[in-house]
């Protein structure tokens, strides 16, 4: 007995169920729908609840939610996995959404503490670590006298607005490597019955860090 069709409404996202996969198997508008929702309706929509309840203490709560964006995004539009190479990722993934990084001559410096004492601290030990706070700043990110201070407001937007027009890219775009990137990753993450992989390309790098 298959486990997958004895459960086939079970949620994927807010608003499509385990047997909308079978759609999206060969409807990559459906992947590209699903891949919102399931992003907005289980994440954003959650973080941007915290921030508007007016309780000033929720700002660590929000970047926990959408920490995990970063590697995310950076696979997505790679199109390749990041097993085994999550810190590279997750630094191309930030700069990503935050391009004036590049020209920041404390780029290296702010990523690697934003690595480890971001990232790393709140996926292992629960909370960030020494030398990351959160402050109200005309920036989003701000890295000084080497510590990172991080605006509860400008920073989560700058990752709404990223994933939005990413969204926009992957509904209108008809590059090809836009779109078999996402859908790789796409595979990789709802793979099994569904998805069996059966097809290599060459992924490519736009941007080295």
Known sequence: MDVLEDNL?????????LRDLKDAR??????????EDRTKGWFFDHAKSLTNSGNQHV???????????????????EGMSSRGNSGPFFK???????????????????????WISARNGFFHSGMTQHRVFIRDSDAPIVFEDGKIYID?????????????????????SFDPFVRDHF?????QVNGGKFYPISFSFTPYLNLII
């Open 59 to 77: 700002g660590f709560a929000v970047l926990k939610l959408l920490f995990s964006y970063f590697e995310m995004i950076a696979q997505y539009m």
């Open 92 to 114: 191309r993934g930030v700069v990503y959404v935050f391009p004036e990084l590049s020209d920041d001559p404390w780029k290296d410096d702010l990523l690697n503490l934003l």
């Open 9 to 17: 409404d079970l949620q994927i996202s807010p608003t499509y169920i």
């Open 26 to 35: 060969d409807s990559y508008d459906m992947r590209v729908k699903i891949f």
């Open 152 to 172: 509860r407001f400008k920073f989560p937007e700058r990752i709404y607005q990223h994933f939005d027009e990413y969204i926009e890219e992957l509904k209108t």
């Open 183 to 187: 859908s790789f990753i796409w595979r």
